[in-house]
C-alpha cells in the first residue's frame, strides 16, 4: 500500500515520523460510464477553452483569480504559506471524542510510524488511551488545510479528518415541528420502541446488500438472463393516529 503522505506529529517537543494511509476503500460496484448504441466507453477530456484542445496532464497548474487575472500557484508556494504545517500534524489540543458532532467527519486515515519513532508512537498511543481523550491537530495535505483528530484503534492510531465549523450549512432555514407537538404518552411509546430495538453495535452485522444483489443482476443478464423484477409492496398504515402506529410498532417482531 502507497503511502499518501510523509510528515511527523508534534506532541509537545516530541516528534514522531510517520505515513499516512487511506483507511477506508468503496463497496458499491466500481461502473464505468459507455455509450449506449455501442458500449464505448466515455473518456472525460481536460480541454482549453480558448482554444478547445485537450491540455495533458503536465501542463495543468493550479491557480487563484484576481481582479479577472490568474495567479498561478507551484508547490512551493502553497509550502511557503504555512511551511510548518505542510510537513507536521501539531497536537497540541485534547478533547473528549464525544464533544466532537458526526456531521464534522469525513476520511480517515492510519497512522504508521517510521522506525525512529516507534517508541514515541506507542507512548502517544497509549496515553491517548488511559486518558481517553482524541487529540486535535491541523496541517496541510494536497494543498489544503486539514482539521483531524487522532485516537487510537486497537493498535494502531487512525487520523480522522473533520470539517471546519464554516464549512456546516446552517439549519434554521427549515419548517421543523415544535417540541409541543408532541404529547407525553406519544414519547413515552416512543422509548419503548427505542428501547425494544436498542442492542450493543455490531459493524460487522452491516453488510452492502444493495451491491452483492447488482452483481447477481449483472451476472444474469451477461448469461442473457432477463432479471426478474422484484415487486415493492408497499403497505399503508390503517390509521393516521400516531399512538396506535407506535402500538402497532411494538407489537411487531423485532428482526435481528
Known sequence: MKAIWKGS?????VNIPV?????????NLNLDMVDSRDHA???????NENSGKEVKWENIAKAYKIDEEYI?????????AAPEKSKIIEVNHFVDEHEIDTIYYENSYYVEPEKSGEKAYAL?????????KVGVAQ??????????ILKPLGTI????????AQEIRQSDEFKLPAKSSIKP??????????NQYTGHFDIEKYKDEYAAALIKVIKAKAKGKKPVARKLTIVHNKTEDLMEQLKASLNKKKVS
Open 19 to 27: 505515513k499516512l494511509y487511506s483507511a477506508t476503500e468503496q463497496s
Open 41 to 47: 466507453r466515455i473518456h472525460f477530456q481536460r480541454v
Open 157 to 164: 492510531l487512525v487520523l480522522s479528518k473533520i470539517r471546519f
Open 9 to 13: 506529529i508534534g506532541f509537545g517537543l
Open 139 to 148: 496541517f496541510v495535505m494536497r494543498s489544503a488545510a486539514t482539521l483531524t
Open 72 to 80: 498561478v500557484l507551484d508547490e512551493e508556494d502553497f509550502a511557503q
Open 185 to 194: 404518552a406519544e414519547l413515552k411509546m416512543a422509548l419503548s420502541l427505542i
Open 124 to 132: 502517544l498511543r497509549e496515553a491517548l488511551i488511559k486518558s481517553g
